[in-house]
């Protein structure tokens, strides 16, 4: 356990030096393309392990306002 969070304890800090100089910039995202992009990111390594995801969406377009950037690296930490 004190490995594990040792190692996220490193991450973090990594992250933080990584993002202090970055100032939040605010923009329209909409939900499914986001989402889209962010698979196919992951695409190469979900086929190697032969992983499968699905995403349900609504045919309405969903808009939400965000830093991209922040937002992108948090979906990818998670889905890491």
Known sequence: AEYGQNMI????QVEKSET???SINLTNIELNNFLDEIIEGFRPALDSKEIMIQK???KK???FISDYLYLNRIVENILS
């Open 20 to 22: 202090e100089n970055h």
């Open 9 to 12: 304890w490193r991450i973090l």
């Open 61 to 63: 377009e969903i808009w």
């Open 56 to 58: 349900f969406s609504s």
